[in-house]
């Protein structure tokens, strides 16, 4: 019988047209579990509409269209003068506009704005990750600008604004600015106590000349940048100062910033990073001479924790496109979400991608609070959260790409451009080895840090036999840390796991809490994902993860 070779069967719909934000059931609890419930409504409208706006066909194709066309270095005009100005396809600035407007570098801002943004930023980046970097470079910059009062309330409110304003202005001419970073250099790379750029004072209070090379300087586009330079040529750290750099003078004249090149990068290719040189740069100091390091680790941690929720986003975006994928094809007689060893898969996946919501959630509402001990919690559980939750994040998204078989080898179903990204945040605001030092030096150096984290767990003592096995035996480890730097990495990864463990006892469904605790704290599951007890409640966990119903 003759019939048409070209007739398209057993093919999902694309996942378009949905609330990003409203179908995913953890991070709805989430944000409605930390939020005062006079801001509720509010802040659903708010996330609803951005939710809906993520999962248009419209902001998707933008997003693939900034990846198509990475950035561009123009370092001269057409008459010879040196411009350094880094050219981006219009989808990005489409996108980054629409990121400001939505309050990504405003959660300082607002009544809990922290858990609000937390929750935008982990949508956002199931949109395109790339525009994420100058958002929570921005979003950042503001504790670290809090150190110098007078600095803080004059670039705060446009640094909170919900205006995007691309064009290159003197920063007292714009309603919005965005921020970048400059730290590390050649020679050292996290080892900021290399670094060798220079600053010589200026006759101005304040103002210095800066002289010296930056080898990854973050959203070069942006309007200002916070670096780090040696105010005096003294040895350590007694010299390391934080500065501002503006990028246009304030008589509308540039500042010296040439950008050599940009990285040519794994992922990450709608976002420009790149080699700055600092030769006679106009810098306006931040905080204390000699402080530098002290004055920037509040936009250090405060990034950070954006990792995490990035991370937690990507994650969210793998596991909603496997699923979605199984629970439409058919493969060996029935959708292949009805396939017991699928369906161990998808869960043993969104356990993970729960898990790093509700993670990161908790942590956002404690910037939200505020308070001494939740301050104390945050300097632990910080660098645990970013070691473990942006580790995971590769092989999730690797996992679920492989759920699509080999159509998630493709570039059309987007999944590459996630495996690509995946690694990222691992890497960013210093790699693994240095999260897992930052979390052992807390506990060496801060006890209310580990009194702050054991009581956070400690209120999901007597739920979960596992639970309460591995909070033990955590503590028998910290009991003996000879030769604690070699198992840092072990450390942390206990850390957050049974931090996850104990949110998720009091927060998760029980089916979600059974598993996460069985396979992650009680040795039931595999090194591989898809290797979860058959008997838990894996049908339910795979249906909480769906994208649409």
Not at 226 to 253: H, I, K, Q
Request: aromatic content about 6%.
């Amino acid at each position: 019988m003759a019939g048409s070779t070209h007739t398209v069967t057993n093919q999902p719909p694309p996942l378009l047209g949905y609330d990003v934000y409203g179908a995913d059931q953890a991070l709805v609890a989430a944000v409605e579990r930390h939020l005062d419930p006079e801001l509720l409504d509010e802040a659903r409208g708010e996330l609803s509409a951005l939710g809906r706006a993520a999962g248009s066909a419209q902001l998707q194709e933008w997003a693939i269209q900034a990846n198509e066309n990475p950035p561009t270095l123009r370092a001269y005009d057409r008459y010879g003068h040196r411009v350094d100005e880094v050219e981006f396809h219009p989808a990005w600035h489409r996108l980054l506009g629409k990121g400001v407007s939505a309050g990504l570098t405003a959660a300082w801002a607002q009544p809990g704005g922290h858990v609000r943004r937390a929750a935008g930023f982990m949508v956002w980046t199931q949109v395109e990750a790339g525009n994420g970097c100058p958002l929570s470079m921005t979003h950042a910059a503001v504790p670290a600008l809090r150190t110098d009062p007078a600095l803080a309330a004059e670039w705060e409110p446009r640094l909170t604004s919900t205006i995007y304003e691309r064009e290159m202005r003197p920063p007292s001419r714009k309603a919005g600015v965005l921020f970048g970073m400059g730290m590390t250099e050649k020679q050292g790379g996290s080892d900021v106590r290399a670094n060798t750029t220079s600053a010589r004072p200026l006759a101005e209070d304040g103002a210095y000349e800066l002289t010296g090379h930056k080898w990854f300087c973050s959203a070069p586009m942006s309007d200002g940048f916070l670096v780090l330079a040696r105010a005096a040529p003294s040895p350590g750290e007694g010299g390391l100062t934080c500065f501002l750099v503006p990028r246009v003078l304030e008589d509308g004249s540039r500042n010296v910033f040439r950008i050599q090149r940009l990285k040519d990068k794994l992922g990450n290719r709608s976002n420009a990073s790149a080699e700055v040189e600092f030769d006679g740069t106009w810098a306006r100091r931040v905080g204390e001479e000699g402080r530098g390091v002290r004055a920037i680790i509040g936009m250090v941690a405060a990034t950070r924790l954006d990792c995490v929720l990035g991370s937690a986003g990507l994650m969210r975006a793998a596991v909603s496109q496997a699923v979605h994928h199984c629970a439409y094809r058919e493969a060996f007689g029935g959708k292949l979400l009805d396939k017991p060893l699928m369906r161990n898969v998808l869960a043993d996946l969104a356990l993970e991608s729960e898990a790093a919501t509700t993670l990161g959630l908790r942590l956002a509402a404690a910037y939200d609070d505020g308070g001494e001990q939740e301050r104390a919690l945050l300097r632990i559980a910080v660098p645990a959260a970013k070691y473990w939750v942006t580790k995971r994040c590769t092989p999730v998204t690797v996992e679920a790409a492989e759920c699509l078989g080999g159509n998630g080898y493709v570039e059309e179903s987007g999944m590459p451009r996630l495996v690509r990204e995946s690694p990222l945040n691992s890497i960013w605001e210093g790699a693994g080895n240095v999260q897992a030092l930052d979390v052992l030096r807390a506990l060496q150096r801060e006890p209310q840090a580990l009194n702050a984290y054991l009581q956070e767990v400690g209120r999901a003592r007597g739920a979960d036999h596992r639970l309460d096995a591995a909070i033990k035996d955590l503590l028998t480890e910290l009991a003996d840390l000879d030769e604690a730097e070699a198992r840092a990495r072990r450390l942390a990864e206990r850390f957050a796991l049974v931090l996850q463990g104990a949110l998720l006892v009091r927060f998760a469904p029980p089916e979600v809490a059974d598993a996460f605790c069985a396979s992650r704290l009680g040795g039931d599951g595999g090194a591989a994902f898809g290797a979860l007890p058959h008997s838990l409640g894996l049908e339910a966990i795979v249906e909480r993860a769906r994208p649409l119903s």
